[in-house]
């Protein structure tokens, strides 16, 4: 289960390569938004286990062996396929890019489509799409345009779980996403998935960055 009490703190990532800006009904306004894909955002064991509010998260994908690297547990069955995570309302996402650095937040925004990715030394990658009102963004967003498509830092604060299929007004909206196709389902909570996969490239960490 996932406990909407987790962040985590200034990670390597890569941005997306779109910065959309749709319109969100509220109520019977539509009001100007922001949807990014941030990809390649690293978890370590403890950071996973603490993602699923499960402590033993991390070894259901994993074996352990003394004197080696982390296996993937299910390469041989799923191969670099994805999973898909989870959806977390009212959290909290700070960018910084740039050698300044420059900085863009996103309060009470959307966490969606988020999906996590093995790799072999146990080491899991995490992906996700934010998606916020304009209004509710601060810093140095005009800068973010000139950086997409490199690497930055990320924060991030979660905030309640939600239901992926639960009805936004940021449906129809570019993604970033991972390259999988349905998966099993080896961690409480884990949905299956597929994707579109036609259009993709690979980014510097593995991860895949919709075309």
């Known amino acids: 289960m996932f406990t909407g009490e987790f962040s985590l703190d200034d990670k390597h990532c890569e941005l997306g390569i779109y910065l959309n800006t749709p319109t ?30 499960n402590p033993h998260a991390w070894d259901m994908l994993y074996v352990d062996t003394p004197g080696k690297p982390a296996a993937d547990f299910w390469a041989d069955n799923l ?33 969606k489509s988020c999906k996590i990715t093995r790799t072999a030394g146990g080491v899991t990658m995490l992906a996700f799409t934010v998606v916020g009102l304009k209004s509710n963004i601060s810093g140095d967003l005009a800068k973010l345009d000139e950086f997409l498509d490199t690497s930055a830092n990320v924060s991030i604060a979660f905030g309640d779980p939600a239901d992926e299929d639960d009805e936004e007004s940021d449906d129809d909206q570019d993604e970033l996403d991972l390259d999988h196709q349905a998966a099993a389902k080896p961690i409480d909570g884990v949905k299956k998935e597929k994707v579109d996969t036609s259009k993709r490239r690979k980014s510097s960490d593995g991860t895949t960055l919709n075309a």
């Open 24 to 53: 969100q009904k509220h109520g019977d306004e539509r009001l100007p938004a922001k949807v990014i894909g941030v990809a390649g955002v690293p978890l370590s064991k403890e950071e996973l286990n603490a993602f699923f509010g």
């Open 79 to 111: 191969g670099p396929m994805s999973l898909a995570v989870g959806k977390f309302k009212g959290s909290c996402v700070t960018l910084k890019f740039g050698l300044k650095p420059h900085e863009v937040c996103f309060d009470d925004c959307t966490v």
